[in-house]
């Protein structure tokens, strides 16, 4: 599979996750599990018994999964605490040797509480379990791009060529930075310290004004990584392959401030300041790692 195949998959993808309530998300996350777990066994409720709090297994190894997928995750947090503790002990009533236990939650890639994490790690201690955690979104994106190709659009539907879709803009990048666009960015989920690259800034011939517009961008990347955290590997990854490419092409014909700006360009989809200011907030990520502007010679 290509990375664009790849990338169009991903939309199909994400389209059948924010799509899937109730059963019908249970039923994705078991087709995903039957191609990864040979041994994984869904479990039906049947008759007046139920499912016995046991959405699917792997016996064998003593690993149960619970699975939960409300319309609106962020809202539903108090009954997803209280299902997770009832659900729990149901299963303990019902199943013995548990070893995992995973709570296969729907959060349409929104993350979850903390309350509701630090019960997981509750139920772990208390009951000496190996794991327990949860599954979200992105969990289950991962385990989907661990598949096999013709697996993968089993689950997926059919793949359009991206060659027949020059009009249609599916690029990561563009998503990343809609989601940005208009977000209160300085948001305080992470406490972010001052990077210290006064002599990058030097070495790649920046001026003052690119080196604050860095470094506010920097200050702005709790929305930025909150993002990449509630998405797949592939997300991230590709972000980063995406800005460096941009930067080595541009790097060839540009240097200094004008290379700033020319990748800001490039990076923002429109010549807007609200494009641009998320462009910058991308940019500074991948300024601090050294994937763009060179490291000063030591």
């Known amino acids: 599979m290509t990375r664009d195949e790849r990338t169009i998959s991903r939309i199909l993808f994400q389209k059948k996750i924010h799509e899937a309530d109730g059963q019908k998300f249970e039923d994705l996350f078991s087709a995903i599990m039957n191609y990864k777990e040979p041994d994984f066994t869904q479990i039906k409720p049947w008759g007046n018994i139920g499912d016995r709090k046991n959405d699917g297994c792997i016996l064998g190894k003593g690993i149960y999964f619970q699975v939960h997928a409300p319309e609106d995750v962020k809202k539903s947090y108090h009954e997803i605490i209280k299902k997770i503790q009832t659900d729990f002990s149901g299963l303990q009533s019902h199943w013995g040797n548990i070893q995992e236990f995973y709570y296969v939650l729907n959060d349409k890639y929104k993350g979850v509480n903390a309350d509701a994490l630090q019960l997981l790690e509750t139920i772990k201690q208390s009951n000496s379990l190996k794991e327990c955690k949860f599954i979200r979104a992105n969990d289950l994106e991962n385990m989907l791009y661990s598949l096999d190709d013709d697996q993968i659009m089993a689950i997926t539907g059919h793949i359009p060529d991206p060659a027949n879709l020059a009009s249609l803009d599916y ?43 860095l470094t506010n961008g920097y200050f702005q990347l709790g929305t930025l990584n909150e993002y990449l955290k509630n998405n797949s590997d592939f997300t991230a990854q590709e972000l980063q392959n995406k800005i460096s490419a941009m ?52």
Request: glycine letters at 4%.
């Open 247 to 298: 930067y080595q092409e541009l790097a060839k014909s540009y240097s200094g401030s004008e290379l700033f700006w020319e990748l800001v360009s490039e990076v923002s989809p429109r010549s807007s300041a609200e494009y641009q200011a998320s462009s910058i907030v991308i940019m500074s990520m991948y300024f601090e790692t050294c994937d763009i502007f060179e490291e000063p010679v030591q």
């Open 171 to 213: 690029g990561i990048l563009n998503e990343i930075l809609d989601h940005l666009k208009g977000k209160p960015l300085n948001n305080g989920i992470e406490k972010i310290v001052a990077p210290d690259w006064d002599e990058k800034i030097n070495f790649n011939n920046l001026s003052i004004n690119e080196s604050v517009r």
